[in-house]
């Protein structure tokens, strides 16, 4: 990047046509940019008549903070013809690159905004409607907003080291983690599917669901996972559990991709595959690892009927996942919520305990006096008893 340290907004373009005509027919103040399809559209020019827009190939956004890519192009549009600005924006979302920089975008969750266009500083009184029209704005009521929304968004950009990208990756501001985690409620998202539009959770409530992500459609670990899935579909509705795959293809790979098992290896995908090709959903969700390039890891949510996070798996794209596994913890969380007990490693087949599970340990030295084995209550010690269901 020409400009490090440069603030910036940027706001999603629907269509091809309308970031051709962004580029080429507006004046835009210097801390403007464009997201559109999986590239942003950095202005990285030196006067806002004469931009210069950097492509920026999104690799990973860790939560609500920080974005990862490389920029893999740059363009002075004004410079060029239509036909010329047009072919740039298809070669970019072709893959045909130009460039590969690695760059680290971080998020400033502020509430205010100091383009020079907007006059916004941090003290100022702007009214509401000032506000509105205001291109640079960042939402006021959500500071915290992530890549994709609507509104306008401020950003800074900087050059990082790997130790840089390892920590920012993890962590995002002020100590927060950049994903929901064991213990959270699954955020709220619309999603589009092969099943048509889905609310989550909300669609599931009531319900356990298993929300799981695979790197890509037409790929061999990716066809054998979604087979295994399938074959095992009845067993995840007996424990009133549903599956929703995901990945960054579009919704046409995925019915194609689907339609292809269905023809060619006689297993029809009954459960949904969210189309996620903007990202936004694995951003939010933490199923992009930098580390293992741009597409999503095989990572697996189990959430419960409250809505809650209980159980995270993440899979490298190399190994496909254990569906018994899943199945497995499934069972186990169900015992442990209906009895208050726990489950002991590779339940209910453990090795000291077969398929007893663990009553919890007492919190008090008088509970803890009367733990003993008897009745149904097997005892080692005051602190590790167990008993059959």
């Known amino acids: 990047m020409n400009h490090k340290d440069r603030s910036f907004s940027f706001k999603e373009i629907g269509g091809e046509d309308e970031l051709v005509k962004a580029m080429t027919e507006h004046k835009w103040p210097l801390c403007y940019s464009f997201l559109f399809g999986k590239l942003l559209y950095i202005?990285?020019?030196?006067?806002?008549?004469?931009?210069?827009?950097?492509?920026?190939?999104?690799?990973?956004?860790?939560?609500?903070?920080?974005?990862?890519?490389?920029?893999?192009?740059?363009?002075?549009?004004?410079?060029?013809?239509?036909?010329?600005?047009?072919?740039?924006?298809?070669?970019?979302?072709?893959?045909?690159?130009?460039?590969?920089?690695?760059?680290?975008?971080?998020?400033?969750?502020?509430?205010?905004?100091s383009c020079k266009l907007c006059r916004l500083e941090e003290e100022s009184n702007i009214n509401e409607k000032e506000e509105a029209n205001c291109m640079c704005m960042t939402e006021k009521k959500s500071p915290m907003s992530g890549l994709g929304h609507d509104?306008?968004?401020?950003?800074?950009?900087?050059?990082?080291?790997?130790?840089?990208?390892?920590?920012?990756?993890?962590?995002?501001?002020?100590?927060?983690?950049?994903?929901?985690?064991?213990?959270?409620?699954?955020?709220?998202?619309?999603?589009?599917?092969?099943?048509?539009?889905?609310?989550?959770?909300?669609?599931?409530?009531g319900k356990w669901f298993v929300l799981f992500s695979h790197p890509a459609d037409f790929t061999p670990v990716c066809t054998t996972e979604f087979v295994?899935?399938?074959?095992?579909?009845?067993?995840?509705?007996?424990?009133?559990?549903?599956?929703?795959?995901?990945?960054?293809?579009?919704?046409?790979?995925?019915?194609?991709?689907?339609?292809?098992?269905?023809?060619?290896?006689?297993?029809?995908?009954?459960?949904?595959?969210?189309?996620?090709d903007?990202?936004?959903?694995?951003?939010?969700?933490?199923?992009?690892?930098?580390?293992?390039?741009?597409?999503?890891?095989?990572?697996?949510?189990?959430?419960?009927?409250?809505?809650?996070?209980?159980?995270?798996?993440?899979?490298?794209?190399?190994?496909?996942r254990n569906m018994d596994e899943i199945i497995r913890a499934l069972k186990a969380l169900q015992v442990v919520d209906k009895n208050k007990v726990a489950a002991p490693a590779n339940w209910p087949n453990n090795e000291l305990i077969g398929d007893q599970v663990i009553i919890p340990p007492p919190a008090d030295e008088k509970t803890a006096a009367t733990r003993k084995t008897g009745g149904d209550m097997v005892c080692e010690d005051w602190w590790f008893c167990h008993r059959k269901l």
Request: proline share 6%; hydrophobic share 35%; aromatic share 8%.
């Open 151 to 205: 509104q306008m968004h401020h950003m800074t950009h900087h050059m990082g080291h790997p130790g840089e990208h390892h920590m920012a990756r993890n962590m995002g501001c002020c100590g927060q983690n950049s994903f929901p985690l064991i213990g959270d409620k699954l955020p709220s998202m619309p999603v589009k599917t092969t099943h048509g539009m889905i609310n989550l959770p909300g669609d599931y409530a």
């Open 43 to 113: 202005n990285d020019g030196d006067s806002e008549d004469a931009p210069e827009y950097v492509a920026v190939a999104i690799e990973n956004t860790g939560g609500h903070h920080q974005v990862y890519g490389r920029e893999v192009g740059r363009i002075a549009p004004r410079a060029l013809s239509l036909e010329k600005v047009r072919d740039f924006i298809r070669e970019m979302n072709s893959g045909k690159y130009s460039l590969d920089n690695q760059i680290q975008i971080i998020v400033q969750p502020t509430w205010h905004h």
């Open 228 to 276: 295994a899935f399938e074959k095992r579909r009845g067993e995840f509705e007996k424990l009133n559990c549903d599956l929703i795959g995901l990945s960054i293809d579009q919704v046409f790979s995925h019915m194609k991709w689907t339609e292809w098992i269905r023809d060619n290896l006689k297993v029809e995908i009954k459960f949904p595959i969210i189309a996620d």
């Open 278 to 320: 903007q990202g936004k959903v694995a951003a939010k969700m933490g199923m992009i690892h930098p580390g293992k390039g741009a597409n999503t890891v095989r990572a697996v949510f189990i959430v419960d009927p409250e809505a809650t996070i209980r159980l995270i798996l993440f899979y490298p794209q190399e190994v496909g």
